[in-house]
């Protein structure tokens, strides 16, 4: 007789309601976009959709290629060989991670200035007086925004390709080796195909993150489909227009998750343990130039994706040490800090209870349900604030009619009048990343764990807290670590949910860079890449400890 699995109806509710939630943004965008006139399309195919969506489509294939090589590179690089300061490298590898991409852009645009210290020594080496002596690539250009998003990124594919690489690569091609193979040939014929997956999953993120972009591509006059979204909404005053560009983006969404998908359809993580060896393959010792090459190579995409910001910015901070004490900086921290925070607590809340749902009912349905509450992440935080900015005003709206109406009262506006819209964007964008992370977790725990409890008494909820829970304090905290992160660097959401004199350290120094005076939230900056850097290295180097233990 088949086994009857247990029904638990109140769990679906919850899980349903979750998901509705959720897909509410995009619902709302649809019917924004579908009530509009349609007078604004002629202007919109004309003018703005080609090149936006060119430009767009380039930007993403640029950034795929750069990080695609920089992060599989230097994951091999300090994996395979053995070369001085190896180990400092491969946890400072992650460190750009800490750098928003909209600081990166402001970072590099004085970097590369005429006035910047590159083309000042450009001048002073060959004797130019002007700008007119030579030639300089344009950083604000379409390629200098993919360069700067692919140096803050690439960490995404560093991190994905180098966990695959020390649990299964130094032993696939340590055999590899002994039947006679040349080093480029175990590369390309053998480690590329196993740590495929892993890198369509990084390139995956990489994309996800260059179409969330805001503050980069606007500072660097590059017109992506994000920027037109709130271009036509702020410029031309038409909600319906970016609403439907919003719609176009979201498309071009799902095809990227569709693409990745299909990419991954044969092939599959190899997580087992690959051998029972005590001892690792030994990395390859290089000698004489190489030995020296190796660790300036693997040093400059450091050095690009941390050292500049950090420089730029260090040195603009040091002639404003007083902002440290500044009321509008202190402001800004504390209001990152609450809503980081309380994002990160609420977003594992809700992965914790969504994969306990899921484990307790096992059916296809509680599945989708957690696969729906999970699609916040594939939405970029500009579809994402507009879509919910609609919903959360016109519920604002309904209780303030409805409380005036029966209770002779005003109740304002409760949501999009406080930090609650901006938390609860980010939660929803942000629950994919918990969920992943908890249920990487919670895979790796035997499977008869629950029946063990059972047997001994625990009911579902008992054997939930004081069983699974304890065993998964570290994908929890690591869960919690990538969403307060993520929140601690959100921009193109907070932008349009926060209430009216409400700042984070993001806007703060989005704000001086839209005055043109990025050097102004320098100190914020540098807030923000500390906040964020800490939890990064820590967590990376969790990962990579994990990682070398499952051998």
């Not at 970016?242 to 359809?265: K, P, S």
């Not at 130039?289 to 040093?299: S, Y």
């Not at 004490?325 to 609420?346: E, Q």
């Amino acid at each position: 007789m088949p086994v009857r699995r247990p029904r638990h109806p109140l769990l679906g509710t919850l899980a349903l309601a979750i998901g509705i939630v959720v897909i509410l943004p995009v619902l709302s965008l649809l019917f924004v976009a579908l009530s509009g006139t349609g007078e604004d399309w002629p202007h919109l195919i004309e003018n703005v959709l080609p090149g936006a969506t060119r430009t767009t489509l380039a930007l993403l294939v640029m950034v795929a290629v750069l990080t695609s090589v920089a992060g599989v590179a230097c994951a091999w690089a300090v994996v395979a060989y053995d070369f001085p300061f190896r180990r400092m490298l491969s946890w400072a590898l992650v460190l750009p991670l800490a750098v928003p991409p909209y600081l990166a852009a402001y970072a590099f645009g004085e970097f590369f200035h005429y006035q910047g210290p590159v083309q000042s020594m450009v001048r002073a080496i060959f004797g130019f007086q002007t700008i007119r002596d030579y030639w300089f690539p344009d950083i604000r250009s379409t390629w200098g925004t993919a360069f700067v998003l692919a140096s803050v990124l690439y960490p995404y594919v560093y991190l994905t390709t180098r966990i695959v690489f020390l649990m299964q690569g130094r032993n696939i091609a340590d055999v590899a080796r002994t039947l006679g193979a040349s080093p480029a040939r175990v590369f390309w014929r053998v480690l590329l195909p196993v740590a495929r997956p892993a890198i369509v999953a990084g390139v995956a993120l990489v994309l996800m993150e260059s179409i969330n972009d805001i503050g980069a591509a606007e500072y660097f006059g590059v017109r992506t489909l994000t920027v037109a979204v709130y271009t036509t909404w702020l410029n031309r005053g038409s909600l319906e227009g970016g609403a439907q560009i919003a719609i176009l983006m979201l498309v071009l969404v799902v095809l990227l998750l569709v693409a990745e998908q299909w990419a991954r359809r044969r092939q599959r993580f190899h997580a087992g343990r690959g051998t029972h060896l005590k001892v690792h393959p030994p990395r390859i010792a290089l000698k004489g130039w190489t030995r020296f090459a190796m660790p300036v190579a693997v040093l400059l995409p450091i050095l690009s994706g941390f050292g500049v910001p950090i420089t730029i910015f260090g040195q603009y901070a040091s002639r404003r040490l007083e902002q440290f004490a500044s009321p509008d900086v202190a402001r800004a921290f504390v209001n990152s800090l609450m809503t980081a925070s309380i994002t990160a607590v609420v977003t594992v809340a809700i992965a914790l209870f969504l994969l306990n749902a899921q484990r307790l009912s096992k059916t296809r349905s509680m599945a989708a349900m957690v696969r729906l509450a999970s699609v916040g992440y594939a939405l970029p935080g500009g579809i994402l604030g507009l879509g919910l900015l609609f919903v959360l005003a016109r519920f604002d709206n309904s209780v303030d009619a409805f409380a005036r109406a029966w209770l002779g009262v005003s109740t304002g506006l409760l949501l999009t009048g406080s930090a609650a819209a901006v938390i609860l964007a980010c939660t929803i964008r942000f629950i994919a990343l918990a969920e992943g992370a908890i249920r990487s977790g919670m895979e790796k725990l035997p499977g008869s764990l629950d029946e063990a409890a059972r047997s001994l008494g625990k009911t579902p909820a008992q054997s939930a807290t004081s069983v699974l829970l304890p065993l998964l304090k570290p994908a929890i905290l690591t869960a919690a670590v990538l969403v307060f992160v993520d929140t601690v660097k959100e921009l193109s959401a907070t932008i349009l949910l926060r209430p009216f004199g409400f700042s984070t350290l993001a806007t703060h120094v989005y704000e001086n860079a839209s005055r043109g005076v990025p050097e102004e939230g320098a100190v914020a900056a540098i807030v923000i890449i500390i906040t964020a850097m800490v939890p990064v290295v820590l967590l990376s180097g969790a990962l990579v400890r994990d990682a070398e233990a499952s051998l």
